[in-house]
């Protein structure tokens, strides 16, 4: 059984902007366009938290820039 997703970032790279979910540990599990229906049905009701710069992320998010991670967008899914 797959760990549940407990974090969708929004984040843009090269004027893409991709829907990446990651578990409470931010392991990553999915990784979507998030133009989808599906994110503005999961996003609903929910505050988001700008920017990804915290040291909580760093190994996540390794490989996207200092720039990208300040521009995303962080939900703290209901699971």
Do not use: C, H
């Amino acid at each position: 059984m797959q760990t549940p997703a407990k974090y969708l970032v929004i984040i843009e790279t090269v004027g893409v902007r991709d829907a990446l979910m990651f578990t409470a540990e931010r392991r990553q599990v999915a990784d979507f366009d998030a133009a989808t229906e599906e994110v503005a049905l999961m996003t609903r009701r929910l505050k988001p938290v700008d920017g990804a710069n915290g040291p909580e992320w760093d190994a996540a998010l390794a490989g996207r820039s200092a720039e990208e991670r300040a521009a995303a967008v962080v939900y703290t899914l209901d699971v």
